[in-house]
């Protein structure tokens, strides 16, 4: 649950910073569209959390709320750990 809460923090202050709306409004099942986060600006959140992370989400992900964000990359990041788990039983 931590890890979720920061993902959140993360993603919202990136659209408060892009946007410009108060960090303190942003709600998780708001619409990004709400948001006035067109699809460029999705791609550049994306990559910044791609970066801050350190993980790769799918292309494919059908994105529409700020919650969808942070689920996205609460499974990324779930399924890094899996992989940095088997990687290290592996070589072992």
Do not use: P, W, Y
Not at 22 to 30: H, I, K, N, P
Not at 35 to 59: K, Q, R, S
Request: aromatic share 2%; hydrophobic share 45%.
């Amino acid at each position: 649950m931590a890890e979720e809460r920061l993902i959140a923090e993360k993603v919202i202050a990136l659209i408060s910073d892009m946007t410009g709306v108060d960090r303190r409004t942003v709600r998780m099942e708001e619409s990004l569209d709400h948001l006035h986060v067109d699809d460029l600006g999705l791609v550049g959140i994306m990559m910044d959390l791609e970066d801050a992370f350190d993980v790769v989400v799918d292309d494919s992900v059908n994105v529409r709320t700020v919650n969808d964000i942070v689920q996205c990359f609460c499974v990324a990041r779930a399924h890094e750990r899996t992989s940095s788990l088997q990687r290290r039983a592996h070589t072992a």
